[in-house]
Every structure is written in C-alpha cells, then in structure tokens.
C-alpha cells in the first residue's frame, strides 16, 4: 500500500514538473560566465536555495503567503546548468497558474539575482522577461550645460574683440600720422606700387626691381 | 596713401595656415579607405608618385600666384588677364558652396564631443522600448552607434522627399560652429595667425597619443598587418591611379582660392618653393599617420566583433544541447559543432540556420568612408575602450581642430576677394564682411540640419566641389602657362623671391599637370555618364540598414545647378568682359 502510494507520489509530481509542462518555466543559470575562478559548483543545496528563493517570492504574492519549500518542484537538471520548475498549491496536486509566478518572479528578480551572485544575463528565466533598469535622465541634459558654457565663452570673446577693434579705429581716427596698426609691418608711409610696398623690394641688394613695371606690362594688352 | 596689405608676422604663420587648411578631414577619413580598397601598402607607390608629379607643382604654382598677385583670386586673374577674372570668381562660388556644408560637420563633432562627459557613452547603449521589457526596436536591428548617429544626431528621414523640420539640437550646434569660426577670422590674418598655431599642432599630439593607444589595443596587429600587406596586383587597377590622383588634388585644397588667399598675405620675398614642398609633404604624411592609427582601430574593432561573434554562437551552442556552461571556447568551437553535427543531427539541422560564421577578414573588409567612418566607426571602437569619455573626448576634439583649420582656409578664400574689392572695404570694416559671410552661410546652413538634411549634405559633399575644382585649376595652370607667359611669371618669381625657378617645375606646370587633370576630368565625365540615374543611400529605419534610391528631378536640377553655376563662371565672365571691351572700343573709336 505505502509503495503504490510512493509511486503514486513521485508519478504525480513527474507529471506536473516536466520540460514544457503547463505552468512550468525553464530557468538557465551561466555561474562560470558570471564567476570566472570564483563559480560555485550546482548542487542539491544550491537547488535548495533556489526552491527558497521561489517560494519567498510567491508568498510576497497576496493569497499565495502559505507556500512552502516543499510546493516548488525541481525536474531536468543538466549540466548547462539548466532545469525547469514548477510551483505547487498546498494540496500539491496542481500548479499555480503561470502568470502568478511570473509577477512574483519579476517583483522580486533583483534578490533572486543577489542571492545568487548572478544578474539578469546569467540568471533567466525564459518566458518571464526582466525588467530593465531605466537610464539616469537628469533633468538638464548635460550636453546643453556644456553647450552653454562654451557658447557664452565665444559670445564674450567675440564682443571683446570686435570693442576693441572699434577702439582701437578710434584711437587711429584721432591719431592720423601715427600708423600703430598691428596688422602693419612697414615702419613708413611706402609708395605703393599694385599693392607692392617698395621698400622690402629696395633692400634686396640694390638691383633694378622687374616686380616694380611699368603700367603697360602689368595687364596682358586687350 | 593706401593702407599696407596685412600680413603673417613670422613665415611659420604661413606654414602652420596652410598644413591647418591642407590637413582636414580627408586625410583621416578617405585616405585609409582608399588605402584598403586599392591594395594596402601598393596604394603609396601611386600616391607618391601623384604627389611628386601633380601635387607640388599645383601647390608651388597657386601659392607662387598668391605671393606675386598679392591679392585674393578674384584680383589675382584679373591682373593676369581681365578675361580670365571668371576664374576667381568660380574660386569664390566654389569656396562658399563648401563652406556651407562643411561646417556642418563641425556641428556634429561639437555634438558628439558636449556628448562625451556622460558615463555612460549614449552611443554605447541602446534606449529602452516603451514598456521597459527591451531595447528600441531601430536600435536592435542597426547598432546602438548607428542608432545614435542617424536617430539621435540626424533624426534622419525615410527619403529625401521627406523634408522635415529644423532640428534644434543640431541648428544649435551649427550656431556655435559659425560662432567660433567668426571669432578665429573676425580680425583678418592677426587672429587667424595665432589661431593656426593651434589647429595646425593640437590634431598631430592627439594622433600620437591616439597612435600609442592604437598599437596597444588588442586586435590591432590584425589591422594593421590585413591593410599594409601590399596586393600589388592594384598597382594594374587604372582606378588606383586615378583615385591617388584625386587625392591628393583634393586633399591638397586646390583651386578654391584658399592657398592664394593665404600667400597674397605673404612677404614677397618669401620662400614659397621650400613652403610648398614641406606642406605637400607634411599632408601626405599626416594621410598615411592617420591611416595607421585607422588601421590598428579597424582591427581592434574587428577582433572584438568577431570576439563577440564568436562568444554569441557558443551560447546558442551552449543553450540549444545544455552543455556545460564555460566549455565551448575558441579554440574548441569548430570540433564540438562537428561532434554535434553527427551525434544530435536533426537538433543541429534545427539551430544551423542560426548559426552565423564568423570570420575575422569579414569584420575588417568592412570599408568604411566619409561620415560614417568618423562617427559610426571610430565611435563603435571607442566605446570598447577602458576611460572611453577621455579617449571620445580627445578624439572629437581632434576631429574639430581639423574641421576649423580647413574652415578658416574656406572663409579666407571668400573674405579676401571682399576685402580687397575697394568698393566693399570702404562702406564696411572688416568685422562687419565677415559677420555677414558668416550670417548668410549659417542661415543657409539650416537646410542641412533638417531631417533630410543628410541627404542634401551628401549631394553638396560630393558633386559641389568635384567637375568644377578639376576645371578651375586647369585653366589656372593653363593661363599662367600660356595667358601670362611662363617665362614671364618664371622671371617675376626670381625677382621677386631671389631663387631661379628649376626645370622641373615647368615641365611640369607646362606640360605633366594640364594633361593630368585633362584625363582626370575626362574619367570623372565619363564615370558619370556611365553610371546613369545618379544614386543615394537612404536609412531604411525599419530594416536599420541603408538602401538605395534614386534622386528626384529637383534634386538633379540642385546637382546640375551646382556644378554649373561655378563652371559656368568662366566663359560667361570672359564673354562678358569681351563684349564689355568691345563696346568700349566702339565709343571710343570716334574720339580717337
């Protein structure tokens, strides 16, 4: 009798707890990826943490507070490590409906995360999508502070030089002998010649200058 | 008593303006691609040889015109013959054009460099969907550099008959482009002088730095050895010959009226021979600089690519047989699939298709030019890299340096046939000429901050500056040769500077050059005509990749429209100054 009810047991749960089972989630761990030299070796007692952490989740879920370890079943652990679960009612007969334990999961990924040493790329569950964190929004964009603060700097660059150009025509507009332009590099008032100042022409020596011709072959004739 | 011409207060000025104009963006990000798609390291024996036998003599040529004319193009032609003063003009038209577009790219280097101070990189992480449950859908399909390039920077349109609004994001950092670059030219040849010091040297300590952060990566040995290894059988590719060619004729900056410009600043006695060869040199140099540092990013990035490739298909392995997480490696990965293949067939039949080959030449085949290089490419390799906001800080603000020491060359190029004609100098100072210019290129700059404004910045980019540049130097070359008299200019410029000009140089001027670019603009007509309906690549949004579409009718006129509206400077102002003489020939005819 105590065997046929054995068997009866372990018949019922192979049955509940199967790959593609309804209500079953299949969760994939990645401990070296994660871990490197650090990763923990799976077994039984990991697999025991992990029913915890379920069942804690579940019973965050209102109605659900009396589940047990005992209620999550375990089945197909392969090397990988990979394994599917399934969660219980306290008859242990059925499974609670799936998208019950995909809210709890969800809710609580974060602490199933930590208590594994793991994050959402090493520890999924598939079918149950993570939600991902948003990116930091700061109020102000930090590029248009940057923005702002070169913009100002060359606004005010600008205006003190275009002042100071204005000062600086004033000053010569009073001043009409004196040529203290830094822009001017002869030191007297130069005959002009086409734009050809003729003095640095003049200090070459003393030869007849051919850059210094006559009108006639300055143009190519018409 | 006229006021003195201004110029540079030492000849390094000189130097340091013309290597800041030279050395732009080409150089770092055409100069590699043509590299690796014409065999390697066989690519520099046409480069050099292009650089011997077109490059300095085109440059010593239009920095000789500039120091002797000592005026900006328009003056300087007109002085060689008042026929050809169509020639300065077409300088100015073609100058503007480029200046349109090309500060455009300095907005986006701003935008990606105020972009930089945030940890982290926005362009190394996709956003999330709306329900927080995944990633954007666009951003899943391109990449999260690609996403952020054409999504967030662009906001690009489907086609370029979807025009769109004027983004604010990118007109702002327009404004600030514009802004900065008035302040470098608001004072003439003092501001740009002291300015050129620092675009000139800045780019050349980030490449360094770059070039040592380079060589240290891992994968970049792969780079550099797949791109160098020479394929000599390109040397037989005529297009080998004729890209080098265009090259150089483009990255020298010739023909807008910029290196004229410049040297019409010079003392007349000044060494512009000597000059003319540094700064060809110095820009070859910086090409092939570049392109190491390229090359050792490429392989970085490619051998994190495949890495990463390689990482995703042991997963599906590893998920698909539950085998023991951690087995699959690199080195055992073709053994185990093989294993797998014949112990669990119909499985693996199952997960084949979704098995991609990985193969490191792939990842480094992937040629990549122009924008996309600069701001996909180089940003997907970035954000790889440990301090990534130091390394993206330091790199766009090269990238900025570049691009405003080629923009000072454009604007000197147009400024100084304004300030030179009398009639504009004397109602309006210099500052006020130069606010203006700035004014009216910032304002039709907007049209390129649209959403389709890529596609009108790709037709600018590429058919602006192409035929007509080809056009305009010849006839310079041809109308100092021929118009003035080549012994004529050979004995101004011993005068003028002291030195003999050697044979080298007219036979080259006279003869090689013309009939260089002659045969490069025959190529260039010709590869037009033979292509037929001209092309562009659109952002399919749905797909994230690029397709290709054709151009409307309007955007062929706007093509059409550019290239003539420089060309057709030439003969209309010949024509016109003819015909202008002619009538003055007629009334004067009676009084004499």
């Known amino acids: 009798m105590l065997w046929l009810l054995f068997f009866l047991m372990t018949a019922i749960h192979a049955e509940l707890c199967q790959p593609g089972a309804a209500n079953a989630f299949k969760v994939r761990l990645s401990i070296r990826t994660a871990l490197g030299n650090k990763a923990y070796a799976w077994d039984t007692s990991e697999e025991y943490l992990f029913k915890a952490m379920v069942a804690f989740s579940m019973r965050k879920v209102p109605n659900r507070e009396a589940t047990e370890i005992s209620h999550v079943l375990l089945c197909n652990v392969t090397q990988r490590v990979s394994f599917w679960f399934v969660v219980t009612d306290p008859s242990k007969n059925h499974t609670l409906p799936a998208v019950e334990v995909q809210t709890a999961i969800r809710m609580n990924k974060n602490r199933i995360n930590g208590a594994f040493f793991l994050n959402d790329q090493t520890l999924e569950f598939l079918k149950i999508p993570s939600t991902l964190a948003p990116p930091m929004d700061p109020s102000v964009p930090i590029w248009i502070i940057i923005f702002g603060v070169i913009f100002c700097i060359v606004i005010v660059a600008i205006t003190l030089l275009i002042l100071s150009g204005i000062w600086q025509r004033r000053r010569k507009n009073k001043e009409p002998s004196e040529v203290d332009d830094a822009e001017d590099k002869c030191e007297n008032m130069n005959t002009i010649e086409n734009g050809i100042p003729c003095d640095p022409l003049d200090m070459k020596g003393g030869h007849i200058n051919d850059a210094f011709m006559t009108e006639d072959e300055r143009l190519t004739p018409l | ?592």
């Not at chain 2, 328009?74 to 003063?85: C, E, K």
């Not at chain 2, 604010?168 to 300015?195: D, F």
């Not at chain 2, 200019?489 to 036979?507: C, I, N, P």
Request: charged share 10%; with cysteine.
């Open chain 2, 1 to 592: 008593m006229e006021k003195t011409r201004p110029l540079w207060s030492n000849p390094l000025q000189f130097v340091f303006a013309c290597i800041s104009y030279a050395v732009g963006l080409g150089n770092v990000w055409r100069f590699p691609y043509l590299c690796q798609m014409y065999g390697g390291g066989s690519f520099l024996v046409p480069y050099i040889i292009m650089l011997i036998v077109e490059g300095m003599p085109l440059l010593y040529l239009e920095l000789a015109v500039g120091q002797r004319m000592r005026q900006g193009s328009i003056g300087a032609w007109r002085t060689i013959s008042p026929y050809l003063s169509g020639v300065g003009i077409a300088s100015v038209v073609v100058s503007f054009f480029l200046s349109m577009y090309y500060n455009v790219i300095n907005a986006w280097a701003f935008w990606y460099l105020f972009h930089s101070f945030q940890d982290p990189l926005p362009w190394s992480v996709c956003p999330l969907n709306g329900n927080h449950t995944g990633y954007d859908e666009e951003c899943e399909k391109a990449s999260s550099t690609q996403y952020f390039w054409y999504r967030k920077t662009l906001n690009i349109s489907p086609s370029l008959q979807e025009n769109g609004g004027v983004q604010w994001e990118p007109a702002l950092c327009l404004l600030l482009a514009w802004l900065v670059v008035y302040l470098c030219i608001l004072r003439g040849t003092e501001s740009t002088g002291k300015v050129v010091y620092f675009t000139a040297s800045l780019p050349y300590c980030v490449l360094i730095i770059y070039l040592i952060r380079g060589l240290t990566l891992h994968g970049a040995t792969n780079g550099l050895m797949y791109m160098f290894t020479p394929k000599m059988e390109q040397l037989a590719n005529p297009k080998a010959w004729v890209n080098a060619a265009t090259q150089i004729f483009f990255s020298l900056g010739l023909g807008f009226g910029s290196l004229i410009a410049f040297a019409s600043y010079n003392e007349p006695s000044n060494n512009c021979q000597k000059h003319a060869i540094i700064v060809s040199l110095i820009n070859s140099f910086t090409s092939i600089f570049a392109s190491i540092v390229t090359f050792s990013i490429y392989g970085f990035k490619a051998t994190f690519n495949y890495e990463n490739c390689l990482k995703k298909v042991s997963l599906l392995l590893t998920n698909t047989f539950d085998l023991e997480d951690g087995f699959l490696t690199a080195s055992n990965l073709e053994q185990v699939k093989g294993y797998l293949a014949s112990a669990y067939p119909s499985k693996y039949s199952e997960v084949f298709p979704h098995i991609k080959n990985c193969s490191l030449e792939s990842e480094l085949d992937t040629a990549v030019q122009g924008t996309g290089l600069a701001f996909i490419v180089y940003t997907e390799a970035i954000k790889n890299m440990e301090v990534s906001q130091l390394w993206s800080v330091l790199y766009f603000f090269m990238l900025l340096m570049l691009g405003i020491g080629s923009m000072l060359g454009n604007t000197a190029a147009i400024l100084t046939p304004l300030t030179d004609s009398k009639i504009i100098s004397s109602h309006l100072p210099k500052e006020a000429i130069s606010g203006l210019v700035c004014l009216v290129n910032c304002a039709i700059g907007m049209v390129f901050t649209m959403e389709a404004g890529n596609y009108w910045f790709d037709i600018f980019n590429d058919y602006a500056a192409t035929l007509s540049l080809l056009l305009i130097v010849l006839v310079e070359t041809i109308a100092v040769c021929y118009v003035y008299g080549l012994r004529r200019f050979e004995s101004d410029l011993k005068a003028m500077t002291g030195r003999a000009v050697s044979w080298y140089w007219k036979v080259m001027w006279a003869g090689v050059s013309p009939l260089l670019i002659v045969s490069l603009f025959v190529f260039y007509l010709s590869d037009y005509i033979l292509t037929g309906t001209l092309k562009y690549q659109a952002w399919d949004a749905s797909q994230g990749q690029l397709v290709t579409k054709d151009y409307p009718a309007y955007a062929l006129a706007v093509i059409g429209l550019l290239v003539a509206s420089s060309t057709m400077c030439i003969p209309l102002v010949a024509l016109g100054t003819f015909v202008l003489h002619h009538l003055k020939r007629g009334d004067a005819a009676p009084v004499a």
